[in-house]
């Protein structure tokens, strides 16, 4: 039986890896043409990337895709990776500020007058009287109303910095 060298990585560890090397490719070959461009990819991979695009049979796909890892292996990962991240970070604040705006909407509806109050506290360009109207709408449950006080909600959030740290609830984080 053969010795295995310690310093040496499992196979696990190498199959786990590659995998990982083969998800990056994936996520490569998703960026558009001149976001590769910019990266100063090798031609062969760049190459690979774009011809995974238009391959839709499931084996030949996963082929492509171990071809695409074997290929990465000789290609840092990381400022990759890093290009990748600094795409998703603009979808990541959309949905952070979605549930702000989410968790402000549902609050108003359930607690009325004290959540106004904590709300006008931490946007002072708030127009209460408006607020008031919208929340009192959406509490008695007329048609639409929740999707007004919504947009309201929004409108105002992105008018202005808010005084806080903009959470719905004091200690608390939007679910």
């Given at each position: 039986?053969?010795a ?6 499992s196979?696990?560890?190498r199959?786990r ?5 083969q ?9 558009p043409?001149q ?5 100063g990819l ?5 190459q690979?990337?774009?011809d995974?695009?238009?391959?839709r049979?499931?084996e ?11 290929l ?12 990748i991240?600094?795409r ?11 549930r702000?705006?989410?968790g402000?909407?549902d ?14 506290a ?6 209460l ?11 008695e449950?007329r048609?639409?109303a ?8 929004k ?14 609830e004091?200690?608390r984080?939007?679910e």
């Amino acid at each position: 039986m053969k010795a295995r060298d310690e310093t040496a990585p499992s196979k696990t560890r190498r199959k786990r890896d590659a995998e990982a090397l083969q998800a990056l490719g994936e996520e490569l070959a998703a960026l558009p043409a001149q976001v590769l461009d910019g990266l100063g990819l090798p031609d062969r991979l760049r190459q690979a990337l774009a011809d995974l695009g238009p391959i839709r049979a499931h084996e030949a796909r996963r082929r492509q895709r171990q071809f695409i890892g074997r290929l990465m292996r000789d290609v840092d990962p990381e400022p990759l990776q890093a290009v990748i991240e600094a795409r998703r970070q603009p979808g990541r604040e959309a949905t952070r500020l979605f549930r702000e705006i989410e968790g402000w909407r549902d609050r108003l509806v359930a607690e009325g007058e004290p959540a106004e109050r904590a709300f006008a506290a931490r946007h002072p360009e708030t127009d209460l009287p408006a607020l008031a109207a919208a929340v009192r709408a959406a509490q008695e449950g007329r048609s639409g109303a929740a999707r007004k006080l919504f947009r309201l909600v929004k409108t105002i959030i992105e008018a202005g910095p808010a005084c806080g740290d903009g959470s719905p609830e004091p200690g608390r984080l939007v679910e």
